[in-house]
């Protein structure tokens, strides 16, 4: 069960993003109409909103929120719905659905979801260098960004994900894949919230192990999910990764293995965050949620 304060943050960041995405995209107007309506419809509504909820959450755990945090959630969140979009694509997995709906290449076609994600992922990269702070903070998170989000990360881990040999799929190699395509964006979501509220290295270096073990945590539980979860709950097909054959922290280390590291994780990430005292509580409960959550 969710804790009262966590959901009522959760909920309160997802009505926040989705007014601001609301805003912020464009009205569909002229011949770029669909395009714009494929964007909206991709981004508007529906999703946990996890990475822009961490980013404010980190933010406000320094309590001096830093500039334009909400626009800075934004383009994450902008950028996190392009890899959706081209990772439901029938060339990478081949989704019919996504947050409860069609995913945009069924509900549009393929060439508009290929540029529609396009048009997210540099929408999102317009919005983080607009921000109302100090230009050298901006160009580090713009740098930042791009890192998580390329081949070094979120794009390398797909990499490894589609070209994997089944002779290669150790739990290190797994580790590593999951790190760049999932953990990565997790990560930057966490640092970005503390460096826009001004924290030192000292702090930097304690959230950077925590949202290393945090963005793990994440990814075991979805493949968790995805033997146990329910599809009409989750928004998305079940079992997906199993009839693809890919390999996950549950065909590596059995689903009995993949519960108990994530409890050992979920421990471990708690403990990163006992310096922060109070001020940590909704990150705590946080890294509670994932553990247990259904969706």
């Known amino acids: 069960m969710t804790a009262p304060v966590l959901t009522s943050s959760l909920r309160q960041i997802q009505s926040q993003i989705d007014e601001s995405l609301d805003n912020l995209l464009p009205q569909p107007d002229g011949h770029q109409a669909v395009i714009v309506e494929a964007?909206?419809?991709?981004?508007?509504?529906?999703?946990?909103?996890?990475r822009p909820f961490l980013m404010v959450e980190?933010?406000?755990?320094?309590?001096?929120?830093?500039?334009?945090?909400?626009?800075?959630a934004t383009a994450l969140e902008c950028v996190h719905v392009y890899s959706l979009i081209h990772d439901d694509l029938p060339c990478m997995d081949d989704d019919d659905l996504r947050r409860g709906k069609p995913t945009v290449h069924k509900a549009f076609d393929e060439a508009i979801a290929v540029l529609a994600g396009d048009a997210l992922l540099t929408m999102g990269f317009e919005l983080m260098s607009t921000l109302n702070a100090d230009s050298k903070k901006v160009l580090t998170l713009v740098q930042g960004l791009a890192l998580a989000s390329g081949s070094?990360?979120?794009?390398?881990?797909q990499v490894i994900d589609i070209t994997l040999d089944e002779a290669d799929r150790t739990e290190s190699l797994i580790t590593e894949l999951q790190s760049l395509?999932?953990?990565?964006?997790?990560?930057?979501?966490?640092?970005?919230?503390?460096l826009l509220a001004g924290a030192d290295d000292q702090e930097l270096e304690v959230l950077s192990k925590f949202s290393d073990d945090l963005g793990l945590l994440f990814q075991i539980t979805d493949d968790i999910l995805d033997v146990e979860g329910d599809a009409a709950i989750m928004g998305k097909a079940a079992r997906k990764d199993e009839n693809l054959g890919k390999a996950t922290f549950v065909s590596i280390l059995g689903l009995a293995g993949a519960k108990e590291r994530a409890l050992q994780l979920a421990g471990r990430a708690k403990g990163r965050l006992e310096v922060f005292g109070k001020r940590a509580q909704i990150l705590e409960q946080t890294v509670d949620y994932i553990v247990v959550r259904d969706q």
């Open 181 to 194: 395509k999932t953990g990565a964006l997790i990560s930057y979501a966490v640092m970005s919230g503390a």
């Open 39 to 50: 964007m909206r419809y991709a981004a508007i509504g529906g999703g946990k909103r996890l």
């Open 58 to 72: 980190t933010n406000r755990l320094f309590e001096k929120p830093g500039p334009d945090v909400l626009q800075a």
């Open 152 to 157: 070094n990360g979120m794009i390398g881990g």
